[in-house]
């Protein structure tokens, strides 16, 4: 695809891609985002640092992934544009990095004219698809990437919107099981385990509002990479893994970061 979208967009309720776009000073957002995002605030006044650290961790993973001779990767959950966007970091180390995005909301698919403007030598792509449907998935990614070399799939701050009735652990399996040895799965996910009281009056207020919040445990987090060798240093809170890759986050020493980022190879 290519060029700006025109694409229905539902005011009406929050949704997490805008949500997100208000947390780190983004103007795709509307006042139902920025209510919601506002009552987020309230219950803890970390929330933007949270959002920064979660996408300098995909940063850092990503150079990471492309230190290791990583070339493809297969973004889900992409969000909004916000710079440098993973293909930016990757194809600034490997200018010949194979990209596919891919989100459900439109809102992403309406700005995705910034996440194709790539290096001549590599290529990215968008799909507009639920990671509910990984089928649908692998097949649109297929025409840009080559399965049966390594790829990355990146599911940054995406699976805590998708409920165990919905197969949370099964469809991350799915993806994998077509990804050939070598290929990585990169998670990062929220969690009540640090703050439980404030991560359930969370949960709740999202619940109202319309938008599934589920949140796992470390032991839960960990079973996305059953099968996988992660690699060090390990199941971390997000800043504290390869920090030595990235600027620290303004901020995000002060208190807890309640969220869990890995990677792992497919042996
Ligand atoms: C918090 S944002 C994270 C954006 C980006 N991955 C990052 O970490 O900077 C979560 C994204 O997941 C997308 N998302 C939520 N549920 C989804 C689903 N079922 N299928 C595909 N994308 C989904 C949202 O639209 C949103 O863009």
């Given at each position: 695809?290519?060029?700006?979208?025109?694409?229905?967009?539902?005011?009406?309720?929050?949704?997490p891609?805008?949500?997100?776009?208000?947390?780190?000073?983004?103007?795709?957002?509307?006042?139902?985002?920025?209510?919601?995002?506002?009552?987020?605030?309230?219950?803890?006044?970390?929330?933007?640092?949270m959002?920064?650290v979660?996408r300098?961790?995909?940063?850092?993973?990503?150079?990471?992934?492309?230190?290791?001779?990583?070339?493809?990767?297969?973004?889900?959950g992409?969000?909004?544009?916000?710079?440098?966007?993973?293909?930016?970091?990757?194809?600034?180390?490997?200018?010949d990095?194979?990209?596919?995005?891919?989100?459900?909301?439109p809102?992403?698919?309406a700005?995705?004219?910034?996440l194709l403007?790539?290096?001549?030598?590599?290529a990215t792509?968008?799909?507009?698809?639920?990671?509910?449907?990984?089928?649908?998935?692998?097949?649109?990614?297929?025409?840009?990437?080559?399965?049966?070399?390594?790829?990355?799939?990146?599911?940054?701050?995406?699976?805590?919107?998708?409920?165990?009735?919905?197969?949370?652990?099964?469809?991350?399996?799915?993806?994998?099981?077509?990804?050939p040895s070598?290929?990585?799965?990169?998670?990062?996910?929220a969690?009540?385990?640090?703050?439980?009281?404030?991560?359930?009056?969370?949960?709740?207020?999202l619940?109202?509002?319309?938008?599934?919040?589920?949140?796992?445990s470390?032991?839960?987090?960990?079973?996305?990479?059953d099968?996988?060798?992660?690699?060090?240093?390990?199941?971390?809170?997000?800043h504290?893994?390869h920090?030595?890759?990235g600027?620290?986050?303004?901020?995000?020493?002060?208190?807890?970061i309640?969220?869990?980022?890995a990677?792992?190879?497919?042996?």
């Open positions: 695809m290519t060029g700006q979208h025109h694409v229905e967009i539902d005011t009406s309720r929050p949704h891609a805008r949500m997100y776009d208000w947390y780190l000073g983004g103007k795709d957002n509307y006042p139902v985002d920025e209510e919601m995002g506002r009552q987020m605030l309230a219950l803890d006044p970390r929330v933007p640092v959002a920064r979660n300098a961790f995909m940063h850092r993973a990503t150079r990471w992934l492309a230190g290791q001779g990583v070339r493809q990767f297969l973004d889900v992409t969000g909004i544009p916000t710079e440098p966007n993973l293909h930016q970091v990757a194809q600034r180390i490997a200018p990095a194979r990209v596919v995005y891919c989100d459900n909301d809102i992403v698919l700005h995705a004219a910034a403007r790539g290096t001549p030598e590599g792509e968008y799909l507009q698809a639920d990671v509910r449907d990984p089928d649908a998935i692998l097949e649109g990614a297929r025409k840009v990437l080559d399965l049966a070399r390594p790829v990355a799939l990146s599911l940054v701050a995406l699976l805590h919107f998708v409920s165990d009735e919905d197969g949370a652990h099964d469809l991350v399996g799915r993806l994998m099981s077509e990804l070598g290929s990585h799965l990169v998670v990062t996910h969690t009540a385990d640090f703050t439980p009281e404030e991560s359930r009056a969370a949960t709740e207020k619940k109202a509002a319309g938008v599934t919040l589920a949140l796992r470390r032991e839960q987090f960990a079973r996305f990479f099968g996988l060798d992660l690699v060090e240093p390990g199941i971390e809170v997000p504290q893994w920090p030595e890759l600027e620290p986050v303004p901020g995000q020493e002060d208190g807890i309640p969220g869990y980022g990677v792992a190879r497919k042996p």
